[in-house]
């Protein structure tokens, strides 16, 4: 049996504070493979994504290829949600890749600012009844979960530009397309 984590998010963009948060996960031996899941159409956000769906993908896809060579090949990024037409609920994901990886052991990756909300997702009850959460501490929020030194990055400061704690292939990607400003 395998853990399998899915670690989902509207990544808009994906920073290093994600790329921290993947490492640790495995530095700590949580996990054995994760799935990184940009959301399609978030259900949870005041506005929608400022890169297109197809955008916050390609930008995932290049964040990990950054990441150290002991963890690439065990980190593979999901289309899932952003194929999926209507909105990305998590419970819906999960019942998905269930089928996909019977017998093993999904452990579902949030946040503690998430975790304080997962009452008001959708079917929360059954999703909770079919994963294993692991909660992330974050800079900011009641310590709830994993301490991981999680960094004090957030994509609304890199959206704003007062922040660029990307990759460089990310931050290229992200001048190349006009997106958040252009930086």
């Known amino acids: 049996m395998s853990r399998v984590g899915i670690y989902g998010g509207t990544f808009d963009p994906i920073h290093r504070g994600h790329l921290h948060v993947i490492t640790q996960l495995f530095n ?100 909770q009844k079919m994963v294993t959460i692991i909660c992330i501490n974050r800079p900011g929020y009641p310590e709830s979960g994993i301490d991981i030194d999680a960094l004090d990055t957030a994509a609304t400061t890199i959206r704003q530009g007062l922040s660029v704690d990307v990759p460089e292939i990310v931050a290229g990607f992200i001048r190349d397309n006009g997106l958040y400003g252009n930086q």
């Open 28 to 127: 700590k031996d949580l996990i054995d493979q994760l799935l990184v899941i940009p959301a399609g159409q978030p259900q949870l956000r005041t506005s929608v994504p400022t890169a297109s769906a197809e955008q916050r993908r390609t930008m995932c896809e290049l964040a990990v290829s950054t990441l150290p060579d002991e963890f690439k090949n065990k980190v593979h990024v999901n289309p899932i949600e952003i194929l999926r037409q209507g909105p990305s609920y998590t419970i819906e994901t999960v019942e998905a890749l269930s089928h996909a990886y019977p017998g093993d052991q999904i452990y579902l990756i949030v946040g503690a600012d998430a975790l304080s909300k997962i009452e008001q997702w959708h079917r929360a009850k059954e999703l």
